[in-house]
């Protein structure tokens, strides 16, 4: 807590002595929320056409819903959020998701009846968690979540709050004040994205005050959650999408906001556009991935980040022509050239060499990791990890289970069973060093700890990823893609890579499996090259050449 500054500790303190004495933190709504409906439409807001040239939204389904469970009638602050399995995969079907995508296929396809589609969303969810009441109200940011999904909606129908909307909306933005304290000590994504619902709500239900009060709130919080290099506090490329998402519809709808806001949003752009690949958008894994994705209002695959890239530069960049295409994420994403990049503040470190992409989890930086992935490294090519980060399978394992935040499945090296760094708790591992020797040159990555020292060169088509280990008893594991992979003498191969292993001295390699998130809540096996050098063995060199076309050749 402490390297989350003064202002983190009181306000944690402040919602601490408020939890323990129930003050305002359980008072029901003053007034139950009406039945809809929520939005007031505009005579005309439909037959709108799509960006010229623009992928068709057409191309992309309405996603599935997902059911809702029943809420139970406890009050939220004392509802069990892990007693009965997870409850983020209750909570993700509770996040109004699609309303955006109904609300953008109402216009595009000039169909007035997928509105109707949207308020049954709302009203079904009202009526099987009731408000303030359950595990579904327990989370200021679920809130913040659902207005945010509400209010993109409500403006890419040109829509007005009816009175039931506007209650509605005042209602999540009492739940949000509630535990506002909580969530901005936490110094991560949930205060972000509390604070960007705030001003976006301002915005929709024209209160000025509101609308200020969002916007104070990012420019208190965001310096200090953002460094120069655009890398955010929370160390996860999933996560860093979801804060510029949330930034962004706050800057497009209520802003223009305060230029050291806007100088940080143009700093996470720059941060995640270096790490998408042109083609798919996909980009290397790190950190937590529970699958969160914000206002996806085309559609697309969740894993694309070019229509989070296109709306970061509309908010921050460029004013766009269209606002509606622009919250929606319709255009092209300009990604920035090819080069190598350190943000050691950050705690990361990369490389673009056209499709092939690089990122490096250094053993550094001023945010408190979440995960024991000191000098982890994905690779990335055509689209395609070769060498992958596990995702995030569930925050609450069943019993007798793990989940995936350890070292043993990242890719780097782990000395028997201890996490690097210690591991503290459900969330916290031990903070790493504010500073620690990293560089970045052309094509070539550097980081060293206590007792690893981790170098990773890219030339002519092929990775070099040099590992010197000043402790015996090491072992190095790559998670690969998955696929038909075979081990040979020197290491492994398939289709997509052959990796090749050397040493200064003895080093014994089996290809096994390990546990990978494909999604949140489910776990598949994948091939796993382990590497185990003998005690005199301080020096292994891994050689990844890819299969297809490379940067270089």
């Not at 216009?107 to 049954?120: C, F, H, N, Q, S």
């Not at 999540?172 to 969530?183: A, C, M, Q």
Request: hydrophobic share 40%; charged share 20%; aromatic share 6%.
């Amino acid at each position: 807590m402490a390297r989350r500054g003064a202002g983190a500790l009181v306000r944690r303190a402040d919602h601490e002595v408020r939890a323990r004495l129930a003050w305002g933190l359980a008072r029901p709504a003053e007034q139950p929320v009406p039945d809809g409906p929520y939005l007031a439409l505009s005579p005309a807001p439909f037959g709108r056409n799509a960006t010229e040239g623009a992928p068709s939204d057409l191309l992309y389904p309405l996603p599935p819903i997902v059911p809702v469970r029943p809420d139970d009638d406890r009050p939220s602050t004392s509802a069990q959020l892990f007693a009965f399995g997870d409850i983020r995969l209750d909570w993700e079907a509770g996040r109004w998701s699609r309303l955006p995508r109904l609300a953008w296929l109402a216009r595009t396809r000039g169909e007035p009846g997928l509105v109707a589609a949207i308020e049954r969303e709302i009203a079904a969810f009202l009526r099987l968690c009731p408000p303030g009441k359950g595990a579904m109200w327990a989370s200021a940011q679920e809130a913040a979540i659902r207005l945010l999904h509400l209010v993109v909606a409500a403006r890419l129908l040109e829509a007005a709050p009816t009175d039931a909307g506007r209650t509605l909306a005042l209602f999540l933005v009492d739940r949000i004040r509630k535990t506002l304290s909580y969530e901005r000590a936490l110094a991560n994504n949930h205060g972000l994205v509390c604070a960007a619902a705030l001003a976006a709500a301002g915005a929709w239900l024209d209160a000025g005050r509101l609308r200020q009060e969002g916007t104070a709130l990012l420019t208190a919080d965001l310096p200090r959650m953002v460094t120069d290099e655009g890398g955010f506090a929370q160390v996860s490329t999933r996560y860093h999408r979801m804060a510029l998402d949330a930034l962004s519809v706050a800057a497009l709808l209520a802003g223009p906001l305060p230029e050291p806001v806007s100088r940080r949003g143009r700093a996470m752009t720059r941060w995640l556009a270096r790490i998408t690949d042109p083609e798919t958008g996909q980009t290397p894994r790190l950190g937590h991935d529970d699958g969160t994705v914000l206002c996806n209002a085309l559609g697309t695959d969740p894993d694309d980040v070019r229509p989070s890239l296109v709306r970061a530069e509309a908010a921050f960049s460029m004013p766009p022509a269209d606002l509606l295409a622009a919250l929606a994420g319709l255009g092209f994403a300009r990604l920035p050239p090819d080069g190598t990049w350190a943000d050691a503040a950050g705690g990361t470190a990369g490389f673009r060499c056209g499709r092939t992409i690089a990122l490096l989890r250094l053993p550094c930086g001023r945010f408190t990791p979440g995960q024991g992935d000191m000098l982890h490294l994905s690779l990335q090519h055509n689209g395609e990890e070769i060498l992958r980060d596990r995702g995030t399978w569930l925050y609450n394992p069943p019993p007798g289970e793990t989940d995936l935040a350890g070292t043993r499945h990242h890719n780097t090296a782990q000395w028997g069973d201890e996490d690097r760094p210690l591991r503290l708790s459900r969330w916290l591992f031990a903070p790493l060093p504010i500073t620690a020797p990293v560089a970045a040159a052309p094509g070539r990555l550097f980081g060293r700890d206590r007792h690893h020292v981790r170098t990773v060169v890219l030339r002519q088509g092929l990775c070099t990823v040099i590992d010197r280990l000043e402790r015996p008893g090491a072992t190095l594991r790559w998670g690969l893609a998955p696929g038909l992979w075979r081990q040979t003498a020197t290491g492994a191969a398939s289709p997509f890579a052959a990796l090749t292993v050397r040493a200064d001295g003895e080093a014994e390699h089996a290809l096994a499996q390990g546990w990978e998130a494909p999604r949140y809540g489910r776990r598949r096996l994948i091939p796993v090259l382990e590497i185990r050098p003998d005690p005199g063995t301080r020096l292994v060199i891994t050689s990844v050449r890819f299969g297809g076309a490379a940067c270089g050749d």
